[in-house]
């Protein structure tokens, strides 16, 4: 990237705008239908769209049943084109329209692909639905009949022709898409599912979809399936008023999907003209390809089954110049924005955790867990899940052995966070003063401290976490317990916790996959249900509101932590969603900042309304740049030997493990300078 208004530029950053439109229309006057067609194509092309997408049949209309044979509608349909390809000689934009061709006198339902005033190819539909309301077979003929695979028309030679055509935008990454027509979807096996495997990552559907009751939700599961099964993107436009009622009613749909997800859609039963615009994530379908083995066997298998395609090459040019990103980009990528999503998501992670610490103790046969609990964030979280467990299982939960451990840096806010939450909870619970054993080791390694010299070095630091954990794990040989993990995915990732003998190590860790933002809506979620009742509920609320630290070194002053984690390795919410990207879908750093800059800066203040105040923060891109920076390294460089040797713990996400078991495996002494030299395509000024 040579600068800033590159770096701003969606185009740059593996994402392209479609657009899906529904314009106004007669039926049989195809003049009118090019003209009104002309006025959404320019309205896409000024929102910076490279590809626009237009119903089924739209040039003559699709309700035009046995005038499809008169010569005056199909010369008319012909000179309305002529029209349109002058009209967009200057537009550096792929156009689908659909239209009714002769070719050899057969009539055949197309979609046809433009671009600067030249027709790139034809597409054909393959179904021809001729059952209820639909008689289409009567005029038109399946693509399977074509007799040619080439066309002159229009002044263009050799035109491409057929159902095997897939359109590849040479200029702009992983771009290229594929054509299929209406009830091609609702084939068992759509066309677009043999053209994914066969390369293409944009699925258009020109559709002529009359409506139903309900049958809006069909359209939504073919469309989400389809994208999902495929990895791809579908672009789904359907006819709207203006159509024939004479006995079906239009509801003018237009639904735009990415991978299952449902990314825009139009107005159902408008009167007006619609574009609908969506930035699609080109990088993410190329990364999910690049990483699901299934889809490559799947099209390995079907080799000698599969339709053989043609690729077009499609001479577009991505804009140029600052082209700000139009899609939300979440700032929790773990944590779902909406509530009631949100409270599902807690519920699944929190029980898959219970569920997991379950199974091992039902498959051990031990009915005791030990753990250590600090009054912060993940050792509260893991309590919770340990009291869960034992309530599921009909234990008690004094078979629960917590034990507070204070060292020379524990705030009374955070003991006694700790000590009330025990006993909330009806644990057996238990102190350890860790100084004396810390002091005896630090005079036995001859460190300073245990002269009375006030050094806080990482060995000062290490000794009481590994202090903890080696306490805990005697306790557990005497109780006949597993000593439970309390350790989150955020610490893993960015290498913040102690190798071995520390809070790294366990016999088993419920938060292992876990992020430290998803973990702090977990608890709010507990406390918010009053799960435990609403002392417990009380406690949660308080740790919550407490200001992360290790506490290891003594505060300076009061009961204040001299130590803020985030001080040290970055804001949480910034890492976490680094993490993410960086570990879900592979991408280059300088696209996590640009991510992160679109949901961080200013321009989406009030996007989250059922986000705490607390969260509703910015951050300026020279940040997102330094805390990035600091993950990169941390992440690639120093961390990696410690999660190839983490305990078991259950994933409880898609993006969300770092075990070399269960999701990511990497070598413990990699370089990170790949990384490091992609951060000098992110400017230091917005």
């Given at each position: ?331 929790f990528p773990y944590v779902p924005a909406q509530a009631a999503l949100r409270d599902k998501r807690c519920y699944e992670v929190y029980n898959i955790q219970v569920q997991g610490l379950v199974k091992r103790m039902k498959s051990t046969g031990m009915e005791n867990l030990v753990i250590g609990v600090s009054g912060g964030l993940d050792s509260t979280h ?305």
């Open positions: 990237m040579e600068n800033s208004s590159t770096f701003f530029n969606l185009y740059c950053h593996g994402f392209i705008r479609v657009a899906a439109c529904i314009p106004e229309l007669k039926v049989s006057d195809p003049a009118f239908n090019a003209q009104k067609t002309l006025e959404l194509v320019n309205r896409a092309y000024e929102n910076n769209a490279v590809l626009a997408v237009f119903p089924e049949l739209g040039i003559s209309g699709y309700s035009n049943e046995d005038l499809f044979f008169q010569d005056a509608l199909l010369l008319g349909v012909h000179d309305a084109l002529s029209g349109f390809m002058k009209a967009t000689a200057d537009m550096d934009m792929a156009v689908v329209v659909g239209a009714p061709l002769v070719v050899m006198n057969a009539l055949f339902n197309c979609g046809i692909v433009l671009h600067a005033g030249k027709i790139a190819g034809i597409a054909l539909k393959s179904y021809l639905p001729n059952y209820r309301e639909f008689y289409e077979a009567r005029q038109f003929r399946p693509a399977h009949e074509i007799p040619v695979s080439t066309l002159d028309i229009l002044g263009c030679k050799d035109v491409p022709i057929g159902p095997d055509l897939i359109f590849d935008i040479h200029k702009i990454p992983n771009f290229r898409f594929f054509v299929e027509i209406c009830e091609d979807l609702w084939s068992p096996i759509p066309p677009s599912s043999f053209a994914s495997l066969a390369g293409a990552t944009i699925v258009v559907n020109l559709s002529a979809s009359n409506i139903t009751v309900g049958k809006d939700e069909y359209r939504h599961d073919l469309a989400s399936n389809q994208s999902a099964r495929c990895l791809g993107s579908y672009i789904y436009t359907a006819a709207g008023f203006g159509e024939s009622s004479t006995d079906l009613a239009w509801d003018g749909h237009a639904i735009i999907y990415e991978n299952g997800t449902l990314i825009s859609e139009s107005r159902r039963f408008s009167f007006d003209p619609q574009v609908i615009c969506a930035d699609i994530d080109i990088d993410r379908l190329s990364q999910d390809r690049l990483r699901q083995t299934s889809f490559h066997s799947t099209r390995s298998l079907n080799r000698g089954n599969a339709p053989i395609f043609r690729r077009i090459g499609v001479d577009l040019e991505p804009p140029a110049g600052e082209i700000p990103l139009d899609r939300e980009i979440s700032r893991a309590l919770i899940v340990c009291a869960r467990a034992m309530d599921a299982l009909g234990l008690p939960r004094t078979n629960i052995k917590a034990y507070t451990m204070p060292g020379f840096a524990t705030s009374e806010k955070t003991y006694m966070h700790a000590v009330e939450l025990m006993k909330a909870l009806g644990t057996e619970s238990g102190e350890i003063d860790i100084k004396p054993g810390c002091i005896q080791m630090m005079e036995d390694i001859s460190h300073p401290y245990a002269s009375g010299r006030e050094l806080y070095d990482v060995t000062f630091e290490n000794v009481q976490a590994g202090q903890r954990t080696s306490v805990l794990f005697r306790i557990a040989n005497q109780r006949h317990a597993m000593v439970v993990g309390t350790g989150d995915l955020s610490e893993l990732a960015l290498g913040w916790c102690t190798y071995g003998v520390g809070d790294h190590m366990s016999h088993y860790n419920v938060n292992a996959s876990v992020p430290k933002t998803l973990i702090q809506y977990i608890i709010r979620w507990v406390a918010a249900k009053d799960l435990f009742g609403v002392d417990v509920s009380a406690c949660l609320n308080g740790i919550l509101k407490t200001e992360i630290s290790p506490e290891l070194i003594p505060g300076m002053a009061g009961d204040q932590p001299a130590q803020s984690t985030q001080a040290v390795i970055g804001p949480y919410e910034l890492q976490d969603f680094n993490t993410f990207y960086t570990t879900r879908y592979g991408y280059r750093p300088s696209k996590i900042a640009y991510l992160s800059w679109n949901a961080w800066h200013d321009r989406n203040k009030g996007v989250w309304p059922d986000v705490p105040e607390d969260a509703r923060h910015e951050y300026p891109l020279n940040e997102i740049k330094h805390w990035l920076e600091v993950f990169l390294h941390r992440f690639f460089r120093i961390s990696q030997y410690k999660r190839s040797c983490i305990p078991n713990s259950p994933k409880v996400g898609s993006g969300g493990s770092l075990s070399p078991r269960g999701d990511y495996r990497a070598p413990s002494d990699s370089e990170d300078a790949p990384w490091i030299e992609d951060l000098k395509n992110i400017p230091d000024e917005e």
